[in-house]
């Protein structure tokens, strides 16, 4: 553990005014770093085949992380506030490089269950998806077109670091994917509340291969997905609600097909 009183120390950088917009990695600028936050936050990222280039705390916080694979710069609250850009009430963060993310064919041939994204692009309602993910058996995300990226700072502090452990794999073309996904015995059932999709409960997919498509949070899936898909599903809901939000539409969805 190395201390630091300057907020100004080189050394900090890779923390250095993490509100900004250019901190994003899917934004010009964006240096790509995966920053976790929080004790068992950074605990899963230390687990995990992320690289880890440093930690920034309090030393309590610090201290409660055990042996480290890299430098803890240990500083006051105050002055790491100063760094960040903003109080950081979990008093702990730290920064990795990214790891190889598998190979899209490959993630599918070793998978039995699959959340395929459509236009997710709210940052907290990935991290929610990949925790969900995480905790009722989905073997991996497939991104799709119009997808955020899931390693930027609110999305692993929102997944409580489980899109670290939960594989993800780009997979841009829709009509392209759906085909490798039949070809390994998937059933691609696409979630949406429209008229005339079978109820998810009697839609006869426990027990198989299937791929949960879900869309963007505002429209839905596209047409096109949906055609593209082998059967569409819908959650009953009560007379005058709509639609659910799509991190809890997923999490009803992975454990109907568990």
Known sequence: MIEIDDPADPRLDDFRDLSTADRRPDRPGGRGLVIAEGVVVVERLLDSPYPVRGLLGVRRRVEALGDLPAPAYVTSAEVMAEVVGFHLNRGVLAAADRAPQPDVADLVASSRRLAVLEGVGDHENLGSLFRNAAALGIDGVLLGPGCSDPLYRRSVRVSMGHVLRVP??????????????????????????????????????????????????????????????????????????DSLNVATAGAIAFYAIA
């Open 168 to 241: 993800f794999a780009s997979m841009p073309n829709l009509t392209e994917g759906f085909e490798l996904l039949r070809h390994n015995g998937f059933t691609v059932a696409a979630l949406t509340p429209r008229a005339g999709s079978a109820n998810l409960a009697d839609a006869g997919l426990r027990g198989r291969k299937v791929a949960v498509l879900l869309g963007s949070e505002g429209p839905g899936l596209t047409d096109e997905a949906i055609a593209a898909a082998d059967v569409a599903v819908r959650i009953p809901m009560a007379d005058g609600v």
